[in-house]
């Protein structure tokens, strides 16, 4: 009797080792294992206990979410059993779902002692005793762990007790599986909700100064997915414009807490310029110390190009419009007022060499220096260079050098911003972006002080003006035609005109020649005012007199066509029938003072009248041009009359 019971504590103490080596075996392999080698290792375990153990079949199942089925997950048998019941589920066997979803243990010695149905469900699986406990894991019933056997046997509470704590194992690994995989769906569907996003998810391990992130946020920075990133790794990717400020405010962060917001830009690897936006918080651990950095970085490249070309866009239609504004303001009423070469006439060889010019420089965008003495019509050359040019569709800009004052050319020529200067109340274009895309006519050239002189020579070496009060330059398109009455060689050598600004200017000079040196064309000019002047005003003239014609052919003209053009228009106001007589300028003013103010007797205005014509006929008398045939009498009339009333030439 004492051997016996000697034996028996040997075989219990070698079965209580071999189970205890067993429980640590099985614990240590699920220590460190990764998710997705749990499954192998669970295969393989229930294979050592059923071995261990002497057992027919050692069953895994888990239960649906619900809670109200579960299935079979692992399985290990014998050969000699029924197939692998892996696919089955735990609805056909009610007893042990209803016992296992109660937190019980099933515990079945010998099936035949079960109901009928019971019996047969276990007969099926060749089961004729069986152990099943619950695997619990926050309260709640995960699955079931069965250990079968094929024949009938007892269960006594050591082996009970023993088995309880393998299936304490395999639920804990179960709901590490769980909790791993809903972790991973979790991060799936984060990833795939980010990667829909294009959103870069990151996390800054401050202690250990590294920074997990995902794929498209490696590809926001541009950096390679095997590739460690530090914090230095970090701002090593930010221009250096950003890099001061995004220090900083790592730093804030990092002693403040709080959330984390910030616009940078990153230059990656190949050289691309990316804008990013960076959101996220830093946590802190139970010290209150920085623990780690989590956020999300967007690529915002594509809407700041977006925005900075609706800006672009929103500055250009402001543009246009203030261009708009001012050409209303400045230009539309010249619309109508300058024609080019269709007002021109001419007929004398010198005009003709000067018209030939004209078409030939037109088409190109060469800068244009027209000379002639005042009133010769270099304005209206001006005009025919840029309706027959390709610039024409856009309105031409004119201004007169000498008109504007001093203080007032700057701002007049390259504008000024709001608040420039004093008396500067809002934002005005200059003429030069006026002129953008068209022609730029300057005249009185000359007349332009030397300050400004130098500013426009920058415009025409760098095609670039600067608005008054805004250093940012601006780019523009201009033609440049200027004139003047002055010689600018002369201007140049007494120090008054830069002589780079003479070459720049004279790149294509066109000299008009004055009125006097093209006589021929004055009577078809005098038949042009005159239908012009008498269409505006409403007189219907039909004739000139020859005597006003003649007269008009012999005077000198020092005011060129301008002059001539307002002796006509005074003659057409003053005319009282069909034919029309013509003073000229000199007897028109003395005359017109005298009646004017009645200070002489009728000898002294007869005298001074006759006197006027002889001064400007060079006192001949005699023939077409003579002083009788402008007054309208006979020679020896006109003798007598001055014999009677004194007059003699001078000596």
Known sequence: METFTKNTLLTELENRLRFESLLTEISAHFVNLPTEEIDGVINDNLRSIAETLDLDRVTLGEVTPDGKDGFVTHCYHKPCLPPNVIQSVMTEVPLIMKTLLAGETVIVCNVEDLDPVDRDNFLRWGTRADLIFPLMTGGHVRGGLAFTSSYAREWPDAIVRRLRLIADVFANVLARKRADQALKESEAKLRLAADAAQVGLWVWDIKADNIWATDRARDIYGVSNDESVTLQRFLDTLVPDDLPRIKAAIQRILTEGGEYREEY???????????????????????????????????????????????????????????????????????GEHQGLSRIVSRSALMQQALTLVEQVAPT????????????????????????????????????????????????????????????????????????GSTFFLDEIGELPLEMQAKLLRVLQEKEIERLGNPRPIKVDVRIIAATNRDLRQEVAAGRFREDLYYRLNVFPVHLPPLRERLEDLPHMIESFVREFAETIGKPIETIAKASINALMHYPWPGNIRELRNVIERAVILAHGPSLRIDLPGVTAATSNADDFGMASLADNERQHITRVLEATGWRIRGSAGAASILGVKPTTLESRMAKLGITRPT
Request: charged share 30%; proline share 2%; with cysteine.
């Open 265 to 335: 830009q990153v230059r990656r690897r190949d050289g691309q310029i990316r804008w990013i936006n960076a959101v996220g918080y830093c946590e802190q651990d139970v010290a209150g110390q920085p623990q780690r950095m989590m956020g999300a970085g967007f690529d915002i490249t594509e809407r700041k190009l977006a925005t900075d070309q609706l800006r672009q866009a929103m500055e250009e239609i402001r543009s246009l419009k203030d261009r708009l504004q001012q050409e209303n303001v400045y230009l539309r009423h010249e619309a």
């Open 365 to 436: 965008q060469a800068t244009v220096l027209i000379t002639g003495e005042t009133g010769t019509g270099k304005e209206l050359l001006a005009t025919a260079i840029h309706e027959l040019s390709p610039r024409r569709e856009r309105t031409m800009i004119r201004v007169n050098c000498a008109a504007i004052p001093t203080a007032l050319i700057e701002s007049e020529l390259f504008g000024r911003e709001k608040g420039a200067y004093t008396g500067a109340v809002a934002r005005q274009l200059g003429r030069f972006e006026l002129a953008n």
